[in-house]
Structure formats: C-alpha cells, structure tokens
C-alpha cells in the first residue's frame, strides 16, 4: 500500500521536530567537562559524488557508506515512483 504525498510531508515533518528535540534535550544535558573528546563526522552529496568531513576515521567510514546506502535507497525509490507515473 502506497503512501499519499500528504502522509510523506506530514511523516517527514515530524522526524524533522523529533530531530530537533533530539539535539535539544542532547545540548542541555551535555557533558558538564569543560573539554569533551567529541567525535563527530559530516557527509552528503555532490551530485553522484560522497563526500565527508569528520575528527575519527571510523566515524567518518561509517557516514560515508551510510550516505551512499541512503543514496541508493533514493535512486531504488525515484525509479519506482518513477515507474508509476509513465
């Protein structure tokens, strides 16, 4: 059973706000160290391209094949759709 565009937008919001909130409650209760050993790693898309930036190479490994499985999953998806609309 297919989802309706308005049950996607209305799904996609709400993780928006619960990923906000999640960030929220994160910083208030942070560490009370005045210097953590934070690891932290960023990763995206150029185009076809994966990219990273991050302070742990494991971190950063796991971003990026992360971003390539989400990347896959959006071009699986973008077929079916597009399938259904020709």
Do not use: Y
């Amino acid at each position: 059973m297919p989802f309706k565009m308005e049950q996607l937008i209305s799904l996609g919001i709400l993780l928006m706000i619960i990923g906000f909130l999640i960030v929220f409650f994160g910083m208030l209760m942070g560490t009370k160290e005045p210097a953590s050993k934070a690891k932290v790693a960023v990763g995206g898309f150029i185009g076809p391209i994966p990219f990273g930036f991050g302070n742990d190479r494991n971190l950063l490994w796991f971003v990026t094949i992360l971003s390539i499985v989400l990347f896959l999953v959006w071009i699986f998806f973008s077929f079916r759709f597009m399938k259904q609309i020709w």
